[in-house]
Nanobody, 125 residues
Framework: QVQLAESGGGLVQAGGSLKLSCAAS????????MGWFRQAPGKEHEFVAA????????YYADSVKGRFTISRDNAKNTVYLQMNSVKPEDTAVYYC??????????????????WGQGTQVTVSS
């Protein structure tokens, strides 16, 4: 059974940077795409970014494009989300999830799962 563990969340000032990590175990990590989602208080889950099995394809939400970068290290079974120029509206619990296929990078929540437990990111103004 796959397990995902996010880390790297915390409190950061607006304009600052933060790097999230998601370590996977229990499944052949390199065979699947990976995604990051977030959920702010009182809001629905929102897609953030996704990356294909070999890193050759990426896809970003318009709200983070140019500021966030998703990457992966298959040797370490880990996917990352580098967050730069963060804004207060980036405050949310961030989750990683496994894509349904090796190249799934779009399609929203329906195309991703299982999910991790999440890590809190708080951006102060």
């Amino acid at each position: 059974q796959v397990q995902l563990a996010e880390s790297g969340g915390g409190l950061v000032q607006a304009g600052g940077s933060l790097k999230l990590s998601c370590a996977a175990s229990g499944r052949t990590f390199s065979s699947y795409s990976m995604g990051w989602f977030r959920q702010a208080p009182g809001k629905e889950h929102e897609f953030v970014a996704a990356i294909s099995w070999n890193g050759g394809g990426t896809y970003y939400a318009d709200s983070v494009k140019g500021r966030f970068t998703i990457s992966r290290d298959n040797a370490k079974n880990t996917v990352y989300l580098q967050m730069n120029s963060v804004k207060p509206e980036d405050t949310a619990v961030y989750y990683c999830a496994i894509g349904r296929t090796p190249n799934t990078v779009q399609g929203g929540r329906a195309n991703f799962g299982p999910w991790g437990q999440g890590t809190q990111v708080t951006v102060s103004s």
